[in-house]
């Protein structure tokens, strides 16, 4: 008798049965033993044989692969204790083995395919959005195609799966990635689903027009590039807009300007930088994160690592490592300051609007006297370093508007850089003061404050150099 686990990746809800047999038959057919409700599952998908101790997996020519252990099962292959068999958006783990060669009964814990909370209600196929169910966010279903490009050359069954997939999820980012990901892979199996779907509706949400004819010829173009089997390095006579996606694809990209910066952060994934050598006198870790020593007030670490920043024209700039706020300063903790009580602060969210920049310089001091390290406003690189991360996004949480964007940190997990009110920074190259972020969405853009113009409100995101 053997045991087997079977649910939906990323899932728990389970109902529980038992089927007595040496040999079961697996996929979405009514007529199997196992019924395993989805389209990415096929009819009958494998099977699973009891042998002398041992569970034999066999693979019946299933359309999207049978996975053990992250490898596609060509030849019969033994699952053994705890191995993990992957049948579309399920997952099969073996938990108990008992008898040998004898008939017995195979109990089961199963799940139904459930759309994830994040895509209920989407107008996009059940079993596309549920491949992804097991990754914990937006962000990181982006990663791991990013990651694809970088480290696959050819599709194979579950890559093509994750590409068609991807092709299908709510995220207009997501899609992008894989029309990108399908050129970078060669995956012609994926032009059918790129040729059917309505490029305009998937873009709907890209409200300037410049912006979304530029994704539609990315989109069409990767369709003639997989449709002509076309060598990236062709030339093409005349003005080419997609010159800049020829180029990516030969691996001979240059990030000069906005567009080929885009390209690259849609193609590049999010590499970990290191963490502080030693930490500032006044700064601790606690469970993981930084924090302020008196007032307890939460920190981020933009790592030494290389980063753009600008626009037309962008530049490579290096972060020296530091410290910086999570959020802006609200106003519990601009009354701590005034009053620095021994407890610390309860963090309300609610930004401080200051009048000036020498206001913010003041608080940034006294902030500093209390805790004991050296605090001041952010350059204007720094802040841009803490909200684009290294591979130079549009926005902190991506390349494409989205709905739900105030929800999601930047890529150093830095929150509140755009909405409502914009935050003081400086140019030690100029001595000038910059206002960056507020009603304004897009990373790069600086609004310098001049001598002569009114006092603006803007709110302090203070920055702690690293040692």
Same mark, same amino acid.
């Given at each position: 008798?053997?045991?087997?686990?079977?649910?939906?990746?990323?899932?728990?809800?389970?109902?529980?049965?038992? #089927?007595?047999?040496?040999?079961?038959?697996?996929? %979405?057919?009514?007529?199997?033993?196992?019924?395993?409700?989805?389209?990415?599952?096929? %009819?009958?998908?494998?099977?699973?044989?009891?042998?002398?101790?041992?569970?034999?997996?066999?693979?019946?020519?299933?359309?999207?692969?049978?996975?053990?252990?992250?490898?596609?099962?060509?030849?019969?292959?033994?699952?053994?204790?705890?191995?993990?068999?992957?049948?579309?958006?399920?997952?099969?783990?073996?938990?108990?083995?008992?008898?040998?060669?004898?008939?017995?009964?195979?109990?089961?814990?199963?799940? /139904?395919?459930?759309?994830?909370?994040?895509?209920?209600?989407?107008?996009?196929?059940?079993?596309?959005?549920?491949?992804?169910?097991?990754?914990?966010?937006? &962000?990181?279903?982006?990663?791991?195609?990013?990651?694809?490009? %970088?480290?696959?050359?050819?599709?194979?069954?579950?890559?093509?799966?994750?590409?068609?997939?991807?092709?299908?999820?709510?995220?207009?980012?997501?899609?992008?990635?894989?029309?990108? +990901?399908?050129?970078?892979?060669?995956?012609?199996?994926?032009?059918?689903? #790129?040729?059917?779907?309505?490029?305009?509706?998937? #873009?709907?949400?890209?409200?300037?027009?410049?912006?979304?004819?530029?994704?539609?010829?990315? !989109?069409?173009?990767?369709?003639?590039?997989?449709?002509?089997?076309?060598?990236?390095?062709?030339?093409?006579?005349? /003005?080419?807009?997609?010159?800049?996606?020829?180029?990516?694809?030969?691996?001979? *990209?240059?990030?000069?300007?906005?567009?080929?910066?885009?390209?690259?952060?849609?193609?590049?994934?999010?590499?970990?930088?290191?963490?502080?050598?030693?930490?500032?006198?006044?700064?601790?870790?606690?469970?993981?994160?930084?924090?302020?020593?008196?007032?307890?007030?939460?920190?981020?670490?933009?790592?030494?690592?290389?980063? !753009?920043?600008?626009?037309?024209?962008?530049?490579?700039?290096?972060?020296?490592?530091?410290?910086?706020?999570?959020?802006?300063?609200?106003?519990? *903790?601009?009354?701590?300051?005034?009053?620095?009580?021994?407890?610390?602060?309860?963090?309300?969210?609610?930004?401080?609007?200051?009048?000036?920049?020498?206001?913010?310089?003041?608080?940034?001091?006294?902030?500093?006297?209390?805790?004991?390290?050296?605090? /001041?406003?952010?350059?204007?690189?720094?802040?841009?370093?803490? +909200?684009?991360?290294?591979?130079?996004?549009?926005?902190? !949480?991506?390349?494409?508007?989205?709905?739900?964007?105030?929800?999601?940190?930047?890529? !150093?997990?830095? &929150?509140?850089?755009?909405?409502?009110?914009?935050?003081?920074?400086?140019?030690? /190259?100029?001595?000038?003061?910059?206002?960056?972020?507020?009603?304004?969405?897009?990373?790069?853009?600086?609004?310098?404050?001049?001598?002569?113009?009114?006092?603006?409100?803007?709110? #302090?995101?203070?920055?702690?150099?690293?040692?």
């Amino acid at each position: 008798m053997f045991t087997i686990t079977v649910g939906l990746i990323g899932k728990r809800t389970t109902t529980t049965g038992t #089927l007595a047999s040496r040999e079961i038959a697996i996929g %979405r057919d009514p007529k199997n033993d196992l019924v395993l409700e989805s389209g990415s599952v096929s %009819r009958t998908h494998c099977r699973l044989v009891a042998i002398e101790g041992a569970t034999i997996v066999l693979d019946e020519g299933s359309r999207n692969g049978t996975w053990l252990n992250g490898r596609p099962v060509a030849q019969p292959a033994v699952m053994r204790f705890e191995d993990e068999l992957v049948i579309g958006p399920y997952k099969l783990k073996v938990q108990s083995l008992v008898g040998r060669g004898t008939a017995g009964a195979l109990e089961f814990v199963t799940s /139904r395919p459930q759309v994830p909370a994040d895509t209920a209600g989407s107008p996009f196929p059940q079993e596309h959005t549920m491949v992804f169910a097991g990754l914990p966010s937006l &962000e990181h279903r982006r990663q791991v195609l990013r990651w694809l490009m %970088r480290d696959v050359s050819s599709p194979n069954p579950r890559i093509l799966e994750l590409l068609r997939a991807a092709l299908r999820d709510p995220d207009a980012e997501l899609r992008m990635t894989a029309v990108l +990901a399908a050129a970078c892979v060669r995956a012609r199996e994926v032009l059918p689903e #790129l040729q059917a779907l309505d490029v305009s509706t998937l #873009l709907e949400e890209v409200d300037e027009p410049r912006e979304r004819r530029f994704y539609e010829q990315l !989109w069409h173009g990767v369709i003639r590039y997989l449709q002509e089997r076309r060598h990236p390095g062709d030339s093409v006579p005349g /003005r080419d807009p997609l010159n800049p996606l020829w180029r990516m694809l030969s691996g001979a *990209l240059e990030v000069t300007d906005v567009t080929s910066l885009l390209l690259h952060s849609l193609t590049t994934p999010l590499e970990p930088g290191t963490g502080p050598e030693q930490l500032p006198v006044g700064v601790v870790e606690q469970e993981g994160r930084y924090v302020l020593r008196q007032s307890g007030m939460p920190l981020r670490w933009v790592a030494p690592v290389d980063h !753009w920043v600008g626009a037309n024209p962008v530049r490579r700039v290096r972060s020296e490592g530091f410290f910086v706020a999570q959020v802006p300063m609200d106003r519990p *903790l601009a009354a701590w300051v005034g009053n620095p009580l021994p407890i610390r602060v309860v963090p309300d969210y609610e930004q401080v609007w200051l009048g000036s920049y020498q206001e913010a310089e003041r608080l940034c001091a006294a902030l500093s006297h209390i805790e004991g390290v050296s605090i /001041r406003l952010p350059t204007a690189d720094e802040w841009e370093m803490a +909200a684009r991360g290294p591979d130079g996004r549009r926005y902190p !949480w991506g390349n494409l508007p989205q709905l739900d964007w105030e929800k999601h940190a930047s890529p !150093w997990g830095v &929150e509140h850089l755009v909405g409502d009110v914009p935050e003081w920074t400086f140019d030690p /190259r100029t001595s000038s003061q910059l206002l960056r972020g507020g009603v304004e969405a897009r990373t790069w853009v600086r609004h310098v404050v001049h001598p002569d113009e009114d006092e603006f409100a803007a709110a #302090l995101r203070f920055v702690i150099p690293g040692v």
